[in-house]
C-alpha cells in the first residue's frame, strides 16, 4: 500500500492549488481516502473524506464551499481542489486511507507523506 501526496505549493491569497493522491496497491472502490493537514505547533485535522463505495464526500466546516475532493478511479487517484485559499489554510497536507475515512487522524491507517500548502497574505 502506498499513497503519495503532491501539488502543493505557495500561492497568494485567493489562489488555487490543486492537489493529487496516487495510490497504489489497492483500489479507490475498496478503501476510504481522507486529507489530512497540519499546521506549524497544531494538531494534525481531517479536511475532507471521500467513501468508497459511492464517492461521496464530506468537508470540515472550515474548507466547505471551496475545497473539492474527488476521485479518478481509472487513474487510482484522488485529488483535493482548494479554491480561494486562505492564510489560516497553510499546512503540510496528507491523504491517508482505510477501510472507513475517519476524521481522526489516530483512526487512519495508512498515511503518504505530506505537501507543503503556503497561502501568503
Known amino acids: 500500500v502506498q499513497l503519495q501526496a503532491s501539488g502543493g505549493g505557495l500561492v497568494q491569497t485567493g489562489g488555487s492549488l490543486r492537489l493529487s493522491c496516487a495510490v497504489s496497491?489497492?483500489?479507490?472502490?475498496?478503501?476510504?481516502i481522507g486529507w489530512f493537514r497540519q499546521a506549524p505547533g497544531k494538531e494534525r485535522e481531517g479536511v475532507s473524506c471521500i467513501s468508497s463505495s459511492d464517492g461521496g464526500t464530506s468537508y470540515v466546516e472550515s474548507v466547505k464551499g471551496r475545497f473539492t475532493m474527488y476521485r479518478d478511479n481509472a487513474e487510482n487517484t484522488v485529488y483535493l481542489q482548494m479554491n480561494s485559499l486562505k492564510p489560516e489554510d497553510t499546512a503540510v497536507y496528507y491523504c491517508s486511507m482505510d477501510r472507513v475515512c475517519k476524521w481522526s487522524p489516530y483512526d487512519m491507517h495508512y498515511w503518504g507523506k505530506g505537501t507543503q500548502v503556503t497561502v501568503s497574505s
Open positions: 496497491g489497492f483500489t479507490l472502490d475498496s478503501y476510504g
